[in-house]
């Protein structure tokens, strides 16, 4: 896949192998310590991502590496979370549900109360309406009564009216016969009672009824 | 390093710090040999592995700092590979993930001071690319058989363009992993072969102060390099990858 760069690692490959014995004796002092440093890497090529000799040994590493990180995290890892994120969904879920079902609760609480205080009221209508046609009923048969109570004394006071009345003619005429015939003896005459009677009538017409 | 060594004066060697060397002296690189490049691979895993399951052993459904953190990355990893590749890209989830903490934890680590970066290495960063590459051309043929070469034969195109188009989607094809490869290892190599050589001028007291602020200012973009470096790698793993799945498209 890398041609360029297996080319130019090929290359400091070779020139690293040629060099590599008298590696050390070849430099100045000057780069004794980088060139320790670097030592069985390839100078020429400048970078040590180049360096073909250390591929091996990364790669194994690498694949190493690799090979537990995936085995840790599909393994352990991955379930637990995947675990952890169900749960929390359907802790989520559960209490959204659980929330619905107390709203619907509360919404039916409401109509009860609603429904009862209707009732209550319509209950207590009724009640008002039946206390007043009893006490209207009872009512009017009290007017009643003290209706007739009140034409019967009427009655009876009038009958009384009526029987004073009539005495009152009756000893009224008596005493006026009476007066009339001593005021004629007194007089000296002589009045027979059937004349006085005649008399006292045809003056108290007018007077009595 | 060596800088320090001849002391004073200028001398620049900003490419030092990418030397593979033994971690227990000696000089010769076999491939068992435990290097710094073992050093920062085994640092590299054992940071993701801290924060994706120490992080996690919590499973607090209100989630700590190191947890969310986590979820994040988990998120961000998911929900990318659900929106470019499709749910059936999902089944590949956990090795892009591996890539993703892999590369954004190989570049941070490499930030800090007297540190190696492996991801500055074409070795790493070609593997990691041939992985990718062969990966999804892998995956291509098995899911589409010869199906999978209607990605070069672009059917919306005039049918006497399509020969052209078909050479040039083959170049591009192959040039995959080498972009890959390159646009990151070329990243780390340059902002830290940067840094290195305005740490070097700081040596001059003149130009110290400015030195000194460019080698801040630098480091910050290189946290920032870092992560989008990582990003942009794992995209286009998923790009490939849905390609590999649905090439028609």
């Known amino acids: 896949m890398f041609s360029l760069l297996q080319e130019a690692a090929t290359h400091a490959v070779e020139h690293s192998e040629g060099e590599i014995v008298g590696h050390d004796a070849a430099h100045g002092t000057d780069a004794a310590a980088y060139g320790a440093d670097a030592a069985g890497h390839a100078e020429a090529a400048g970078l040590p991502q180049l360096d073909l000799t250390t591929f091996g040994n990364q790669i194994f590493w690498l694949v190493v590496t690799l090979v537990v990180l995936y085995l840790v995290l599909s393994r352990v890892a991955l379930p637990r979370i995947a675990a952890v994120l169900s749960d929390r969904q359907g802790a989520i879920t559960g209490d959204l549900m659980a929330a619905e079902e107390f709203k619907q609760k509360a919404r039916a609480a409401e109509a009860a109360y609603d429904k009862a205080l209707a009732d209550a009221r319509t209950e207590a209508q009724s009640i008002v309406a039946q206390n007043r046609a009893e006490i209207q009923a009872e009512l009017d048969a009290a007017i009643a009564k003290a209706d007739a109570e009140i034409a019967a004394r009427t009655a009876e006071a009038e009958g009384r009216l009526r029987e004073i009345r009539a005495s009152s003619d009756v000893s009224a005429r008596e005493v006026a016969r009476e007066v009339t015939a001593q005021l004629v003896a007194s007089f000296g005459g002589n009045a027979d009672a059937a004349s006085v009677d005649a008399a006292v009538d045809a003056r108290m017409k007018g007077a009595v009824q | ?249």
């Not at chain 2, 691979?41 to 940071?47: G, M, R």
């Not at chain 2, 994706?52 to 986590?70: D, E, K």
């Not at chain 2, 801040?216 to 790009?239: P, W």
Request: glycine share 8%; proline share 4%; charged share 10%.
């Open chain 2, 1 to 249: 390093m060596a800088t320090e060594a001849t002391g004073g004066g200028l001398e620049f060697h900003p490419m030092d710090q990418f030397v593979v060397k033994p971690l227990f002296g000696g000089t010769d690189v076999h491939w068992w040999t435990p290097t710094n490049v073992t050093l920062w691979l085994a640092l590299t895993a054992l940071a993701s592995i801290a924060l994706l399951v120490l992080g996690t052993r919590g499973r607090a459904v209100v989630p700590n700092r190191a947890q969310s953190v986590a979820e994040m990355a988990y998120g961000l990893v998911h929900k990318m590979i659900e929106d470019i590749a499709g749910k059936d890209g999902l089944q590949y989830f956990p090795y892009v993930l591996t890539l993703f903490m892999f590369i954004c934890f190989g570049n941070m680590l490499g930030l800090v001071p007297t540190a190696f970066t492996v991801t500055s290495h074409i070795a790493v960063t070609g593997v990691l690319a041939m992985a990718v590459f062969i990966g999804v051309t892998v995956i291509g043929f098995v899911k589409n058989g010869s199906h999978f070469l209607e990605l070069f034969w672009i059917k919306s195109a005039p049918l006497a363009v399509r020969p052209i188009l078909a050479v040039i989607e083959v170049i591009s094809y192959f040039v995959r992993p080498l972009s890959l490869s390159i646009r990151l290892a070329g990243n780390m190599i340059a902002g830290h072969a940067v840094i290195k050589v305005f740490a070097g001028f700081a040596a001059i007291a003149a130009v110290a102060p400015v030195a000194i602020l460019a080698v801040v200012g630098m480091y910050a973009f290189e946290v920032l390099v870092a992560f989008v470096q990582a990003y942009v790698f794992t995209i286009l793993t998923c790009v490939y990858l849905k390609d590999a799945l649905h090439p028609s498209h």
